[in-house]
């Protein structure tokens, strides 16, 4: 089981660290703060120590932003210790909250009961697929980028979602209407035209312009 610590405090960071090790969870350790989302979606982790005062901004802010697109265990660690602000983690989609200082075997007990009691280990992963700070979330059809998004088709949901899967490599037109098909019963060369001119619009709109590349006379190509 994997477990990411978002703590700017290096010595706590790093003590938990060790301790996590030692129970042998697979452990990720962020150093940086300004892209806590997108390093959440890259390392995939089972469960999260998120700290509230962090860096820009706070840890009640990346808690809703992981929320989203995730229901991954989230366990608030705070010095601080009123009343509103655990009342805050949990509101903002927090699972528990432990104050600081805190005994550690304490905190690996609560991960654990987490863990046990939240998800199965295939639940606990995002719905989502994420490249270049453009995120497809695969339950409801939207795509995002930092603060904004846009509802897509079925039909531009399926093309993008082939393509994301197949990024770095060129997936032909003839591909796509196959995969299509399956869903939509027919789909012809000209509506496959229409539907990614569609498509690049709405990426557009977030500010994803050239997202889709076009391979003349093979298909398309997301770098």
């Not at 655990?86 to 200082?101: E, T």
């Not at 229409?194 to 990426?203: D, H, M, P, S």
Request: negative net charge.
């Amino acid at each position: 089981m994997k477990v990411m610590i978002i703590e700017d405090d290096q010595a706590i960071r790093e003590m938990l660290g060790e301790s996590l090790e030692k129970w042998n969870y697979d452990v990720v350790m962020l150093n940086t703060f300004e892209n806590i989302l997108e390093d959440y979606l890259n390392a995939q982790p089972n469960i999260l120590l998120l700290d509230i005062n962090l860096p820009l901004f706070d840890g009640f802010y990346w808690c809703n932003k992981i929320r989203e697109v995730s229901k991954v265990p989230i366990i608030f660690i705070s010095s601080r210790d009123s009343t509103m602000d655990m009342i805050m983690a949990m509101n903002m989609g927090g699972d528990d909250f432990i104050q600081k200082p805190f005994d550690t075997e304490v905190l690996i007990a609560k991960i654990n009961a987490l863990l046990r009691r939240s998800y199965s280990y295939s639940d606990t992963q995002s719905n989502v697929i994420e490249h270049n700070e453009l995120i497809l979330n695969l339950n409801d059809w939207v795509i995002s980028c930092r603060d904004e998004k846009a509802e897509l088709t079925k039909t531009e949901f399926i093309i993008l979602r082939l393509l994301m899967k197949h990024t770095g490599r060129i997936v032909s037109r003839n591909k796509i209407m196959r995969t299509l098909w399956k869903n939509e019963h027919f789909i012809d060369d000209n509506t496959l035209s229409v539907n990614i001119t569609r498509l690049r619009k709405k990426l557009s709109q977030l500010g994803k312009e050239n997202f889709i590349t076009t391979k003349k006379g093979e298909g398309y190509l997301i770098k």
